[in-house]
């Protein structure tokens, strides 16, 4: 968390601790706190203040939007990738558990993108389908062409749902623009709290609640509020719209620095996914060759105060592995390192991450 961000939730955690529902002062304090932080995220998004909810993060968001597909929308047939992040891919597999639908995986490349040919073909084969397909890829950064398969959604009448978690706070996104019928968004992906989020549902693909309850949130999602979390996260977001240029200058050439440093200290490295063109500038994930030490890898970084996630292809069925890099045929046998940059990140950190990992690459270090 920023420590604006900090400040702003800690100030409304000691004096807005009224019950949003409540009628009493303290009570529309905090509703009012609500509304305005609803109406600084749909500005950012060109959206209406109606069509922003609040959630737990983005998991729950892309729960309830996908049930609710189902549930009220009557959709019955999704195209999705093998590519998707677990909130999407269990939810659907839950969904063809419990009640009638189907999905259709739309083929990608050994990037990562999707194949627009193939998922016309779905969506002329399956008219009226929900389309759900994330904007970058959590893992290994590769960005979708938002804009031509909104195209295909409307022209073979079907909702678009993108989760949108890595990217909402990271590129300037206006709805009208890319014209989805779902996003999704996760605070503390641009620096705020954890465990809040929100959806956007575009006012002509409302569906019912997710959560039964009380009537929060105009009656689509029950339960006290989190009133600090959202204002937190509103503060957050704001920031991430008035700084992002500079962010996003900062960290695309920090992103840029560390793929030439690695090239030039470690031999046989490699970059999954779109490293050099249409990838998130947030995420870099690095292909190791098979003489570094796979599992122990981010354990022998951690020691040494680098945090990043590790993951390889799946090597068998016991070796859970990375769903995504087992996708897209990575062999298993080159060990995966995930780095993710902020704001916060320096250079010298690139250099001294390219530094430890460059002792690791030696016969001794992996005795
Ligand atoms: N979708 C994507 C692409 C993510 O990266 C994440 C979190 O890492 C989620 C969904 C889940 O979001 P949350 O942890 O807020 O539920």
């Not at 970058?136 to 678009?160: H, M, Q, S, W």
């Not at 339960?223 to 920031?239: C, H, S, W």
């Amino acid at each position: 968390m920023l420590p604006e961000v900090l400040d702003t939730m800690l100030q409304s955690l000691q004096e807005v601790y009224g019950n949003p529902s409540s009628i009493h002062a303290q009570g529309r304090k905090a509703r009012v706190e609500i509304e305005r932080a609803r109406r600084i995220i749909a500005k950012g998004l060109n959206a209406q203040t109606s069509e922003i909810f609040f959630t737990s993060g983005g998991t729950e968001a892309n729960n309830a939007i996908l049930w609710g597909c189902v549930k009220d929308l009557k959709r019955s047939h999704f195209v999705s990738s093998a590519l998707e992040h677990p909130a999407v891919l269990a939810t659907l597999d839950a969904l063809v558990k419990y009640q009638d639908i189907r999905v259709s995986l739309v083929d990608t490349d050994s990037q990562g993108h999707v194949d627009l040919d193939h998922l016309a073909f779905l969506l002329q084969q399956n008219p009226q389908s929900v389309v759900s397909l994330m904007q970058a890829n959590n893992e290994i950064g590769t960005l979708l062409p938002v804009k031509d398969v909104a195209a295909l959604c409307r022209r073979y009448d079907a909702l678009f749902h993108s989760d949108t978690v890595q990217t909402i706070g990271k590129f300037k996104m206006d709805m009208q623009v890319l014209d989805l019928d779902f996003a999704v968004a996760s605070a503390h992906k641009f620096h705020g709290p954890k465990g809040i989020g929100f959806m956007y549902v575009k006012s002509t693909s409302y569906f019912r609640p997710f959560i039964h309850g009380g009537a929060q949130e105009r009656n689509m999602r029950a339960g006290t509020e989190n009133t600090a979390g959202i204002v937190a996260m509103a503060k957050a977001f704001d920031m991430a719209q008035k700084q992002m240029d500079l962010r996003q200058k900062h960290i695309q050439e920090l992103k840029q620095y560390a793929i030439a440093q690695l090239l030039s200290h470690i031999p046989g490295i490699g970059f999954h996914g779109d490293a050099h063109h249409h990838s998130l500038y947030t995420i870099l994930n690095i292909s190791l060759p098979e003489r570094f030490p796979g599992e122990m890898l981010p354990v022998l970084l951690d020691m040494q105060g680098v945090a990043v996630s590790g993951g390889s292809a799946c090597a068998s069925g016991a070796n859970k592995g990375s769903h995504v890099l087992t996708a897209l045929k990575s062999p298993p046998e080159r060990p995966a390192v995930r780095l993710s940059f902020s704001v916060l990140n320096t250079r010298s950190e690139v250099d001294q991450f390219v530094s430890i990992l460059s002792a690791v690459d030696t016969p001794d270090a992996n005795e």
